[in-house]
């Protein structure tokens, strides 16, 4: 590795903001095989980054994309946390690219004032809890039956990065 931002052989990975109608690259998995989406979910309000991978060409590849949204812990603004989501295009998976993203974006919302940081992950998605566990985000439970996918409910885990520095609102 040349920095922590870079896998050797395949060149330096960057997450990019996009605006929500901007392409974002083919993945799928079985995680987001949902069924019917629920109206409500249309209004919330979803940011989001591209998972850029710069080669040794200096040329970019869109390789994933990142998502996040708010969930508040109570009325004050300290009490905002963001959930971010990820996907890895299928070629890509299993190189470190969801584990350096997945930091770099806990650390750019850092650096917005975000001090907690959480991901969700199926008990079954040992690729993610890995690739979640690298990037630095500490396990913090499960969540009985809190996920309906087209084939039923799941239990998911609830990981987190929280800012180390300080705060406003501490
Ligand atoms: C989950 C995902 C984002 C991880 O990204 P990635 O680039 O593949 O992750 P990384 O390569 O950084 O790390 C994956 C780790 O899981 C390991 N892994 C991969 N498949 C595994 C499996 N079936 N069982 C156990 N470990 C597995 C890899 O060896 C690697 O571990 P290492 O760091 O010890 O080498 C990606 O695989 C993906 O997009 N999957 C489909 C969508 C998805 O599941 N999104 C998350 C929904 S919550």
Known sequence: MD?????????????RAIDGDY???VSKSIYDEWGEMA????????????????RADQSDIAVGDLSAHAVWYGPTPGSRSLNIGI????????????????????????????VRVE?????????EQKALESAGFKYEGTLRKAQARKDGLHDIQVWSHIYSGTTDAE
């Open 119 to 127: 991901a969700q992950t199926d008990i079954e998605n040992f690729a």
């Open 87 to 114: 996907s890895v295009v299928n070629e890509y998976r299993g190189k470190g690219i969801g584990s350096i993203a997945q930091r770099l974006l806990a650390e750019e919302l850092h650096r917005q004032g975000i």
């Open 3 to 15: 920095n922590d931002n870079s896998l050797e052989g395949l060149g330096t990975i960057s997450v």
């Open 23 to 25: 392409p974002r690259p």
């Open 39 to 54: 109206p409500e979910v249309r209004d919330l309000a979803i940011t989001r980054w591209l998972i850029v991978l710069t």
